[in-house]
């Protein structure tokens, strides 16, 4: 009888642990996880992200916000915006805020980014809400060949519009 009591106390303490340790956090901390669309130009050539189900999500946590956008062919667009969002909002590479890159291929190392003397941009968020980022952006992205010279792309018309 001493056992089963035991067996019994042990199985409701891992219980109560797991049910405490789910529960959903309501101060707002943690990450808010949403996909849409993101559709930009390349160097000229029109791009987007594939379906809407897994090719463009937006994440949050703490002030770090993260656009991610895949294409078909396996490129890819990572937009990090710094600090709190609202409708109106401009930010820039300039002040950091804004952190833009681009993958022609996502599992390659090549990446062309906005930041430093690498190259520039804005994005200007259109609608933010509890359910919905929409806005612009464009870049000059460089990346560091390994000849020391610098390759630059043009990345122009870009949008997103992600519901979560």
Request: glycine share 14%; aromatic share 12%.
């Amino acid at each position: 009888m001493k056992k089963f009591i035991q067996k019994n106390v042990l199985f409701i303490a891992c219980l109560f642990l797991i049910f405490t340790s789910c529960k959903k956090d309501d101060n707002g901390a943690g990450i808010d996880a949403g996909s849409g669309k993101v559709t930009a130009s390349v160097d000229g050539t029109s791009w987007e992200s594939k379906d809407e189900v897994d090719g463009a999500v937006f994440a949050s946590t703490q002030g770090t916000n993260i656009i991610q956008a895949y294409g078909s062919d396996g490129s890819y667009f990572g937009l990090t915006l710094f600090g709190d969002l609202n409708s109106g909002l401009t930010l820039s590479t300039d002040n950091g805020l804004f952190q833009p890159q681009y993958k022609p291929d996502f599992m390659e190392n090549e990446t062309y980014s906005g930041l430093g003397t690498l190259g520039s941009g804005t994005t200007t968020i259109t609608t933010f809400s509890s359910n919905k980022i929409k806005g612009t952006f464009e870049f000059t992205g460089g990346k560091v060949n390994p000849d020391g010279s610098i390759s630059q792309i043009v990345i122009s018309s870009g949008t997103y519009d992600i519901d979560f």
